[in-house]
């Protein structure tokens, strides 16, 4: 958003467009002093950084990740129709053809994964995802532990 500010540096008036000669600066929507500008109290604030705070987790998630399973390490998808699929080739017990990309080379590619390479490009998926998934609660419980706006700001990624 393009915004206005006062004489003592406060925002008062937001825009979609630049507003020229007076309101040129654009701010993030999560800016600290846009929240202000907004009238955002602290549980305001703490749900908006909860939700950043999810979506940064989601995009690790689904943005692929790395598993030495083949002897070397590659690269799988992970949205969630690839995570699925991982979940199916892994459970036929059997040698599957599965894509990834080796990570030396940037090859991307179905390369024939046995039962037990599949097995732990399953394994190893799951583990980052867990991980991941704790890492997210534990800056949830840092968001709801704080007790200031810059507490809550200070919560990142």
Same mark, same amino acid.
């Given at each position: 958003? &393009?915004?206005?500010?006062d004489?003592?540096?406060a925002?008062?008036?937001v825009?979609?467009?630049?507003?020229?000669? &007076?309101? /040129?600066?654009?701010?993030?929507?999560?800016?600290?002093?846009?929240?202000?500008?907004?009238?955002?109290?602290?549980?305001?604030?703490?749900?908006t950084?909860?939700?950043?705070?999810?979506?940064?987790?989601?995009?690790? $998630?689904?943005?692929?990740?790395?598993?030495?399973?083949l002897?070397?390490?590659?690269? &799988? #998808?992970?949205?969630?129709?690839?995570?699925?699929?991982?979940?199916?080739?892994?459970?036929?017990?059997?040698?599957?053809?599965y894509?990834?990309?080796?990570?030396?080379?940037?090859?991307?590619?179905?390369?024939?994964?046995?039962?037990a390479? $599949?097995?732990?490009?399953?394994?190893?998926?799951?583990? $980052?995802? $867990?991980?991941l998934?704790?890492?997210?609660?534990?800056?949830?419980? #840092?968001? /709801?532990?704080? /007790?200031?706006?810059?507490?809550? /700001?200070?919560?990142?990624?």
């Amino acid at each position: 958003m &393009y915004v206005q500010r006062d004489a003592t540096g406060a925002v008062n008036g937001v825009f979609a467009r630049s507003q020229a000669g &007076y309101a /040129e600066e654009w701010l993030d929507a999560d800016h600290p002093d846009l929240l202000r500008y907004r009238g955002l109290d602290l549980d305001g604030r703490k749900a908006t950084r909860r939700a950043a705070l999810s979506a940064d987790c989601n995009a690790a $998630i689904t943005g692929g990740f790395e598993s030495d399973a083949l002897g070397s390490a590659h690269r &799988y #998808d992970s949205d969630l129709e690839a995570q699925v699929n991982l979940v199916g080739a892994a459970s036929l017990g059997a040698a599957v053809d599965y894509t990834c990309t080796e990570v030396a080379t940037g090859t991307k590619g179905s390369v024939t994964h046995t039962a037990a390479q $599949i097995k732990q490009v399953l394994k190893d998926g799951a583990a $980052i995802k $867990i991980a991941l998934l704790a890492q997210y609660r534990a800056r949830v419980a #840092d968001v /709801e532990a704080a /007790e200031t706006e810059a507490e809550v /700001e200070a919560v990142v990624w």
